[in-house]
């Protein structure tokens, strides 16, 4: 669990700490100095760093043709960047990780909120969800959600932080049972009979 001070001094002015820890647990790491490379959806293994030095050689050495995520957040490094060399060793220093990482995170939180529409406080569960799966694979409805244009707006969808596990889980019956998205075109119902079109019965 990340150091309240922290959280307060370091992350993101439009994330509740609430929402930081939500994250932090969900999508990030305990070590400010944790690496992770996949490369073809593999995991590849290194020796774990033991200091900013070591993890910025092995991110530098990845990033470009793997997918390399760094620090407490999880960042993705190398985002926008042409050179390896213009990564900087504080991508691993706890409060920049935690800075940069949360602003982005915000970014993909707000993305998905818009996509929702005007989503209600029972929402929220799905929402961050989903914010979470984007930031994880980079990806939400087919975009790229770190190289997408902020939507601008309130992250702060209302956070289920505090509510009991009982209604928790009501809340998320009522998300499944009023939310149909169909997440790909081919798993669509079909909704008009064009069983009779040239004479076919």
Known sequence: MLDAALIKECSDRSLKP???EQFINAA????PLAVTVKAGGRL????KPKTAEEALAIIRENVGHAVVRVGLTQLPAGIGLNDPAQLQSDLVDPCTNLRVGTAMFAKVLRIV???YGNPRDDVYPQVFEDAIYAWQTGRFEGDNVFQAEDVGGNAQVSPSVGRSEEEEAEASRSNTSERQVVPYPGNAEMRIDISR?????
């Open 18 to 20: 609430a929402i930081v």
């Open 28 to 31: 990030g790491s305990n070590d």
């Open 44 to 47: 590849i293994l290194f020796p």
């Open 113 to 115: 909120a818009k996509w």
């Open 197 to 201: 079109i040239n004479g076919r019965e």
